[in-house]
């Protein structure tokens, strides 16, 4: 683990009081980091399916631009954090490789929104997420995660993903909780008010 990934003060049982659990994905290509950030923001241990990488994955998944990684997600990581006393949310890494692709949907199961995490490095990496999302209807925010690679504005992020303008996109840094726990405000905010929209005028 990064040794600059923030941890919590301390790993807190769910509260009793809590009576909102929201399903919420995090997507997104092979090494942008998903697993950093739930690990960085869940208040409890998280279960994590990373295995080592092998030379059998040579080849096969694309290590352009992450030569450093050393480890994948086979199946999904799971993490938890409460949000308020009352609104608690459910977090699954998705496996970013394309021959872990399949699992999506399944993934997808039951979940109200997702955060689509990007590196810049690596941006052609998100549109199979993107276009996913687009295809099950569901809503999603972008999150740009900061690794020091090439400087882009989200404007130009924006621009290079196509995204609409409806579509939030926030800057961030995966390792550290309060940055993490931001993106997940911010996707909760915007379920929010889609919700509200359609309320709105179906009244």
Known sequence: MDSRISEPAARTPLPSSANTGLKIVIVGGFGVGKTTMVRSVSEIRPLSTEETLTRASVGIDDSRGVEAKSTTTVAFDFGRISLSDELVLYLFGAPGQERFWFLWDRLFTGTLGAVVLVDTRRLAESWYAIDRLEHHGMPFVVAHNQFGGPSHSLDQIRDA????????????????????????????NHLHALSTAARQVTS
């Open 161 to 188: 993903l196509d995204l609409s303008g409806d579509v939030p996109l926030i800057a961030c840094d995966a390792r550290q909780r309060e940055s993490s726990k931001a993106v997940l405000i911010k996707l909760v």
